[in-house]
């Protein structure tokens, strides 16, 4: 296979030649997903070497499981979700925890009774398309997400950042479509508050209303 | 709506898949509040900068070890293919 066809080829032609046992496909599709992958790696984990680790693992297990790969969800999300969790695993290790279930440790807070109100409430200073030109705001992006729990910050990373749907980012993490909503939505608020506090206009800012409460 | 009902609709609203009933509402709502536009408006901005951030590149070290790693390991799945 050349290279020009190979990177024509969809995902799943990609995978299915490498189910057949053919490497050069499989290369092909790693070539096109590490650099996705790493990067999620590195926004969960915030270290080179265990983003490194992580993503290896992600690419050696994805190789030994193809075969139990049957295209029910994108070869995308399959690779996120093998990688999310190798990602876990490291924290879990970090913290020194036994195996918690993601959904177990944090189910009674997931409802939208103590959503944290908006404070700091300010039109931002400059323009997102202004401020991503600039290399402080990687930073401020990067710490924000950083003071974020694990919880909020994978369903924020693999729904905003990923781009993967509600659904799929439910399926990977193995959460409920309505805990993801939430965490989402915590997540956004908090880095929406965050995010102000740096950028907004204090000369703009405006009261929180009375009727939140 | 209240502002608060406001917040649980936030998502549905920003990513534009809130029921058309409500969203009449929400935009009822937020005509009249101030703040609440205003948050609307910085929770866009949040993940429109999110959005843009670009990926971390491989260190070229890595991506030749990873390469490497995954050929050895096909290699000893696949041992007919090498003949």
């Not at chain 1, 983003?51 to 996120?80: I, K, M, V, Y």
């Not at chain 2, 070229?60 to 041992?79: D, V």
Request: charged share 30%; with cysteine; net charge negative.
């Amino acid at each position: 296979m050349t290279d020009r066809l190979a990177s024509e080829l969809s995902d799943a032609d990609l995978v299915l030649r490498a189910k057949s046992g053919e490497l050069d496909p499989f290369e092909t599709v790693t070539s096109r997903h590490e650099r996705r992958i790493y990067s999620l790696a590195m926004r969960i984990l915030r270290h080179q070497q265990d983003a490194e680790d992580a993503t290896q693992q992600t690419f050696l297990s994805a190789l030994e499981n193809l075969d139990s790969f049957r295209g029910e969800a994108s070869f995308q999300t399959w690779l996120l979700r093998i990688a999310t969790h190798a990602a876990l695993k490291t924290i879990r290790k970090r913290e020194g925890l036994k195996t918690v279930s993601l959904e177990e440790a944090t189910e009674p807070e997931d409802s939208y009774d103590d959503i944290q109100h908006p404070k700091f409430i300010a039109d931002w200073r400059q323009s997102p398309e202004h401020l991503v030109e600039k290399r402080e705001t990687q930073r401020l992006l990067d710490d924000a997400l950083a003071r974020l729990d694990d919880k909020h910050r994978l369903v924020f990373l693999l729904r905003d950042v990923e781009g993967l749907s509600i659904k799929e980012t439910a399926q990977v993490l193995g959460l409920t479509q309505a805990n993801t909503k939430v965490r989402l939505l915590r997540a956004r608020l908090q880095l929406r508050e965050q995010l102000t506090e740096a950028l907004g206009d204090p000369a703009t800012r405006v009261e929180a209303p009375v009727h939140y409460h | 709506m209240k502002c608060e009902e406001l917040l649980k609709q936030l998502n549905e609203y920003v990513d534009g898949t809130i029921e058309p009933g409500i969203c009449e509402k929400f935009e009822e709502h937020m005509a009249g509040c101030n703040p609440c536009q205003v948050v609307v408006d910085n929770i866009r901005k949040t993940i429109t900068l999110y959005k843009a951030g670009k990926p971390y590149e491989l260190p070229l070290k890595f991506r030749r070890t990873l390469h490497e790693t995954l050929r050895a390991r096909w290699k000893q799945k696949h041992p007919q293919k090498d003949l």
